[in-house]
């Protein structure tokens, strides 16, 4: 596994033996574009813009068909309000479990009360 720090609260996770990349709050003060770069899967721990780039969002889903947003309810509906496709936008609440089924590059969510 290979971590990389974009700034601020964002970083990177390569995961090992090429299951893809996992990026924790690609916010606005952080390099978000160059860190959603090859993303599958996107983690967004609350809305402020710090913690979320809604427009640099919006663009990685839309130049990565398979990639995937778990994120809060607001900054949910923040990334939904700004056009990201509502079905690869997942909201997440405190203890809810969120897995893989499959390689980072085909993400499917498997939730765990």
Known sequence: ?????????????DLPD?????VI???????AAAALTGAAAVLVTHDHPDH???PAV??????????????TTPAAEALREGGAPADRVHEV????CSRS?????????????
């Open 25 to 31: 709050d690609p916010g606005t003060f952080s390099d």
């Open 52 to 54: 979320v780039d809604v």
């Open 58 to 71: 919006v663009q990685h889903l839309a130049s990565a068909p398979d990639a995937q947003v778990w994120a």
């Open 101 to 113: 089924r499959a390689r980072a590059s085909r993400w499917a969510a498997a939730t765990t009360p």
């Open 93 to 96: 609440t405190p203890g809810r």
């Open 1 to 13: 596994m290979q971590l990389t720090f974009h700034g601020h609260a964002c970083v990177s996770i």
């Open 18 to 22: 090429g299951d893809g990349t996992l």
